[in-house]
């Protein structure tokens, strides 16, 4: 089977910058990827990992080490608008799109 | 290009009722899967469609179950409902040959059911 752990709550100020860490157990890894969910929202794409080091894109940025079973998300600068769910996820071990998803880390912002 | 949409946005079902929901996936996407998300939790993999085909299932009873159209739009039957089916439901289509583990979720459906 394949599991993910993430830490269920993290806050933070503006401007601050911020890590939710993911650990996870796959039979069969393919890569490591993030999403955003705003309240009532979908589900939205942040990045994804498949070797090991760090993916940059804007503010956000993300690590993979395999050896480890371990990435995180890196949020920078943070803002209001980044108040939300964070999901780590990885694709099905039968090598499907289907993504199996952690529980989620809800991030609050405070100003 | 027109993003993924879900049809109806809520419902509200009695137990022991069936329901259809419907997906339109991302245009030129040909894969379609469905989640159910529970409040606080993340999604969980119901079943995937590829190319009208059903491409995989997760851990869900056979009262849901699912349709892929030429078009690659989707529909989810759920049989029976029960309390605990009351969440969040949710499509994501993709690309099959898109290398990256990108979906495209809708904005799902969110289903009560007394």
């Known amino acids: 089977g394949q599991s993910l752990e993430q830490p269920s709550e993290v806050t933070a100020v503006e401007g601050a910058i911020v890590q939710i860490n993911c650990t996870y157990q796959?039979?069969?890894?393919?890569?490591l990827s993030w999403y955003q969910q705003h309240d009532g929202g979908a589900p939205t794409f942040l990045s994804y990992?498949?070797?090991?080091g760090l993916e940059e894109t804007g503010r956000f940025s993300s690590f993979l080490s395999r050896s480890d079973s371990y990435g995180y998300l890196l949020l920078q600068e943070l803002q209001m608008k980044d108040s939300a769910s964070y999901f780590c996820?990885?694709?099905?071990?039968?090598?499907?799109?289907?993504?199996?998803f952690g529980s989620g880390t809800r991030l609050q912002v405070q100003p | 290009e027109t993003g993924v949409t879900q049809s109806p946005t809520h419902l509200i079902k009695t137990r022991g009722q069936q329901v259809t929901l419907r997906c339109s996936s991302q245009?030129?996407?040909?894969?379609v899967s469905w989640y159910q998300q529970a409040l606080g939790q993340g999604p969980q993999f119901i079943f995937q469609?590829?190319?009208?085909?059903?491409?995989g299932r997760g851990n869900f009873p056979p009262r849901f179950s699912g349709l892929q159209f030429p078009n690659y739009s989707s529909e989810l039957n759920v049989n029976a409902l029960e309390l605990d089916d009351s969440a969040l439901y949710l499509c994501?289509?993709?690309?099959?040959?898109?290398?990256?583990?990108?979906?495209?979720f809708g904005p799902g459906t969110r289903l009560l059911v007394l």
């Open positions: 994501a289509s993709s690309l099959g040959a898109e290398s990256q583990e990108t979906q495209y």
């Open positions: 796959t039979s069969g890894f393919y890569g």
């Open positions: 990992n498949a070797l090991d």
């Open positions: 996820a990885v694709r099905d071990h039968t090598g499907r799109r289907a993504l199996t």
């Open positions: 245009s030129g996407h040909n894969t």
């Open positions: 469609y590829y190319r009208e085909e059903e491409n």
